[in-house]
């Protein structure tokens, strides 16, 4: 089809920008010029997938090189799904127009469960067939990374190859290996199997799983020359990783409509329940001359006036005041507003509370995740009640009257008391407030308490845990409802249907291919969304693949079960897992990898603070 039919046609669905290209910064090249075409698709809308920083990233990366094209897909929403197949559109990539049928790669990042009918949707609306089974020589090569390849099992009937960790090289030495096998005339499975010997690399077709009568596994079996194990990739030293000076501007706004600077790569505190916390270790900064001179190309290159500092926990940076010195001389200058997220309540001090009033001002938000002491100390959060009564005191003399706080429902050893200590801890914030002279004359206190279901992740030392059942989570939640008396607290709470699908998947095996794939067919797509998410199809199609998702998602796993994801190493051993799993039914806390190691694993790369405290 021609442009100006498609763009015709654009114009008959809700915001054609999200399906136009053209935008600022975007990268076009002359095919003829290039050797290796690669599809960076992202299995949902254009406003989510222009936000995320790790394909930034990657579209940067690639499109540096003068051999490979990058370019950008997104999952078209329902009204132009149905656009595109009564007029025979494939989906097609941003900058060229061409269908992803094209390409030599066509790659996926996987950030969420709940996206993967959206996979299939893609792939079929490209007109390339969903099993890897089915596509012969003439497909492209399906590829995946992400978080939730941490266990991609679920996925592995689709997918031809995924990728473990950070991929700034991994990504680009199966390319190079791709070029060369290429051409020298191999075939596909002949470069599947090469690529399998690169670390970080992961071919499932090379794994047999079998299984015991009561469901579990019995093994997992590599073929001919495949590792038995795969070691995830790290960038180990980020001042020297690339970053890119420029992003893709976006026509219409994004979910985070900002420049985004990213300040060190994994956590120092091991919350017990927190993915992110383990697979994303060791951890390693960048230094303050790096992130600001980065920083200012970016928004030099965008013209975006707001920078927002990325990590898992930001004021854990140790060279957070001197970098916001340093940031605060141009940004002020430049009229562009600094936001910090992810500050800890444990070190928020008045000092940093008196540079962040230098930025933009908004409401601050903190993590507790529980609202008693014992369920705190349970999941290893390392904070006490005066931590977080002394950090709203110093917000509240800061100017502060607004204070959001973010919570779990459903944790391991969870009672009522803890829920009730929520509104409680909720409460006494709201007493605090009003108890202090100094707080802003005249005005109110909200305090938001915004609440989310617990869901056991693979690689924690909660993996071993079962999700409570939808109707208990039901009932924790009208509990702690009725217990705020006070309109000055507002409660957020989230659905607990789609909770219930993502902790299936999480630690799901293979065999739910099958029932990703009934799913499909009956409709699902954009699962995580609740305007579209069908969770009786959902249920039809667990019962028509003969699966019992409580299998997966409500039960307790002994520690010598073989999960789906044992033989994929992110550097944190079992034993250690364990141990952890023991400390938190024991009540008992671990120091973070600044106080003291841990012994999780992570420091046999030879990088990061855990390898430098020891």
Not at 36 to 42: G, L, N, S, T
Not at 539 to 566: G, H, K, M, V
Request: glycine share 6%; aromatic share 10%.
């Amino acid at each position: 089809m021609d442009n100006k039919r498609l763009e015709q046609l654009l114009l008959t669905v809700q915001k054609p920008g999200r399906y136009s290209g053209g935008e600022v910064n975007e990268v076009i090249k002359d095919k003829s010029k290039i050797d290796v075409r690669f599809a960076f698709c992202f299995p949902d809308t254009y406003e989510i997938g222009m936000s995320h920083l790790g394909m930034k990233i990657l579209y940067s990366l690639f499109n540096s090189r003068e051999d490979i094209w990058c370019e950008r897909v997104f999952a078209p929403w329902i009204d132009a799904q149905k656009v595109m197949r009564e007029n025979d559109i494939p989906l097609y990539a941003l900058e060229s127009r061409d269908s992803i049928r094209d390409f030599d790669f066509v790659g996926f990042t996987l950030q969420y469960e709940l996206s993967y009918t959206n996979i299939l949707t893609m792939l079929d609306l490209g007109g390339i067939p969903l099993r890897s089974s089915d596509r012969d020589e003439s497909y492209p090569i399906i590829v995946a990374g992400g978080p939730c390849t941490c266990n991609p099992e679920p996925l592995a009937d689709f997918i031809d190859m995924f990728f473990l960790g950070e991929g700034e090289k991994v990504d680009l030495q199966v390319i190079d290996l791709y070029k060369k096998m290429k051409n020298d005339g191999k075939t596909k499975a002949e470069f599947l199997r090469e690529a399998a010997k690169i670390q970080g690399v992961y071919v499932p077709s090379l794994y047999d799983f079998s299984y015991n009568e009561d469901g579990t596994i019995a093994a997992i079996t590599p073929k001919g020359d495949a590792p038995a194990v795969i070691e995830k990739r790290i960038e180990e030293n980020l001042d020297e990783t690339y970053y890119p000076d420029r992003f893709v501007v976006p026509f219409i706004e994004a979910v985070h409509d900002r420049a985004v600077q990213e300040v060190f790569r994994g956590c120092i505190r091991g919350c017990r329940f927190c993915q992110a916390g383990y697979i994303y270790r060791p951890v390693r900064e960048k230094s303050a001359s790096v992130v600001n001179r980065q920083a200012r190309a970016l928004c030099k290159n965008t013209g975006f006036d707001e920078m927002s500092l990325s990590s898992l926990s930001t004021s854990d940076y140790t060279h957070l005041e001197e970098m916001l010195d340093e940031m605060l001389s141009w940004t002020e200058c430049d009229k562009i507003s600094l936001s910090l997220p992810s500050l800890r309540i444990d070190n928020f001090s008045e000092e940093l509370m008196q540079k962040i009033n230098r930025l933009k001002k908004s409401g601050l938000t903190f993590a507790p995740e529980a609202g008693t002491q014992r369920l705190r100390d349970v999941i290893n959060k390392n904070i006490t009640e005066d931590d977080i009564l002394t950090t709203c005191a110093t917000a509240f003399r800061g100017g502060y009257t607004a204070v959001k706080l973010y919570f779990m429902m459903g944790l391991p050893t969870e009672t009522d008391e803890d829920i009730v200590g929520i509104a409680e801890l909720a409460q006494k914030i709201v007493d605090l407030y009003y108890s202090l002279p100094e707080k802003p004359k005249g005005k109110a206190v909200n305090v938001s308490i915004s609440v989310a279901n617990f869901v056991p992740k693979p690689h924690t030392p909660f993996q071993f845990e079962p999700q409570i059942t939808r109707e208990e989570m039901i009932r924790k939640q009208m509990l702690l409802k009725d217990s705020i008396k006070s309109k000055k607290i507002t409660f957020n709470y989230h659905e607990n249907k789609t909770s219930f699908l993502e902790g299936v998947f999480a630690r799901g095996d293979r065999r739910l291919g099958a029932v990703i794939y009934a799913a499909y067919k009956k409709g699902c797509g954009f699962d995580g969304w609740d305007e579209c998410f069908e969770l009786e199809k959902w249920l039809e199609a667990f019962d028509e693949c003969n699966i019992n998702p409580s299998f997966y998602a409500n039960r307790t796993r002994s520690f010598d079960e073989i999960t789906p994801w044992e033989h994929l190493d992110y550097r944190i051993t079992k034993e250690f897992l364990i141990r952890e799993n023991m400390a938190a039914h024991a009540e008992r806390t671990t120091p973070n990898c600044r106080e003291q190691c841990a012994g999780c694993g992570a420091n046999s790369y030879g990088r990061g603070v855990c390898f430098e405290k020891r």
